[in-house]
């Protein structure tokens, strides 16, 4: 599983006090205070191990387990026990470094608990962005599979049917951040266009692409381990509220939709080979994969 900040949901539907999200080969417990801040959580209570996403209730700035009623402040420290005088100050529960960042609640993710985030992922996402349509979905593969896809040039056309195999634009790497500025042919019903195409991955788990053709639509791309052999992807689609980008806005979803359901059936059944047979034009994936190797700890 690769380290980083990882969603474990988008912000407009995180609408109940408490919930429990599949991530990290375990659960985590999102819960939502007095304020309207979120919190994430190990999900068992230190007391005697019920689950706080199963019963758990937000009591002010509190989560309150549902077996004895114990509670928890937002750093995870015991603040009630309703049948003892003091709390048990040894009661603690792991808490994750989350944020609010580009419509999603992530959390960072550090095999070793003690690493503290050691990046933050900018907020690009544009404020008066609309909203304008995404899908979710399991895959059973890695993030890195994921990915590798875009800088896979050849096979956008022979599993995606695009008619030519596009070179792989500008790219630029900065850490744990790498855009790649390219161009993208369009199927309308008006005939073929060609837009530009800005794509950022945010670290490990977010990306952010823009697709500039007349309007302005962004993709907020999120990928998140469940396990070692799972990964939850959300796909969450924006657009500049222009009419035409509102237009465009809805195909550009289903295409992206369509492509992605050709994937998984590849990146369900395929291996990973550590050093692959690649073609001459083929070296953006060899760059993606030293990339991607600083997010393994
Ligand atoms: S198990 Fe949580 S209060 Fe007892
Ligand atoms: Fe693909």
Not at 154 to 171: D, E, R, S
Not at 252 to 275: G, H, N
Request: proline residues 6%; glycine residues 8%; charged residues 20%.
């Amino acid at each position: 599983m690769p380290l980083g900040w990882f969603s474990v949901g988008r912000v407009h539907e995180l609408t109940d006090d408490v919930t429990t999200v599949n991530a990290f080969g375990s659960q985590v417990v999102v819960w939502k205070d007095a304020d309207g801040d979120f919190h994430a959580m190990d999900p068992y209570c230190p007391h005697l191990g019920a689950h706080l996403g199963v019963g758990g209730t937000v009591e002010g700035n509190c989560i309150r387990c549902p077996f004895h009623y114990w509670e928890f402040d937002t750093a995870g420290k015991n603040t009630v026990i309703p049948y003892a005088e003091k709390p048990n100050r040894k009661a603690q529960i792991y808490t994750y470094p989350s944020r609010v960042v580009n419509g999603h609640l992530v959390v960072w993710y550090h095999p070793h608990r003690s690493v503290a985030p050691t990046y933050e992922i900018p907020q690009m996402l544009a404020e008066d962005a609309v909203l304008g349509g995404g899908f979710d979905r399991l895959v059973s593969s890695q993030w890195q599979e994921i990915a590798e896809n875009s800088v896979d040039m050849p096979h956008f056309k022979y599993v995606h049917g695009t008619g030519t195999i596009n070179p792989i634009g500008k790219l630029t790497m900065d850490g744990p951040f790498r855009t790649v500025e390219s161009q993208q042919a369009f199927n309308t019903s008006r005939g073929d266009f060609t837009g530009d195409l800005v794509s950022n991955s945010l670290g490990s788990g977010m990306g952010h692409i823009e697709f500039k053709l007349f309007g302005t639509v962004t993709l907020i791309s999120a990928i998140t381990p469940i396990d070692n052999e799972n990964v939850h992807v959300r796909f969450t689609f924006y657009h500049d509220g222009s009419e035409i980008a509102e237009k465009i806005a809805t195909p550009f979803v289903a295409e992206v939709e369509r492509q992605f359901d050709q994937d998984i059936p590849i990146w369900e059944s395929k291996t990973y080979l550590a050093s692959p047979a690649l073609a001459p034009s083929e070296k953006p994936v060899t760059q993606l994969r030293k990339w991607a190797a600083q997010f393994y700890a």
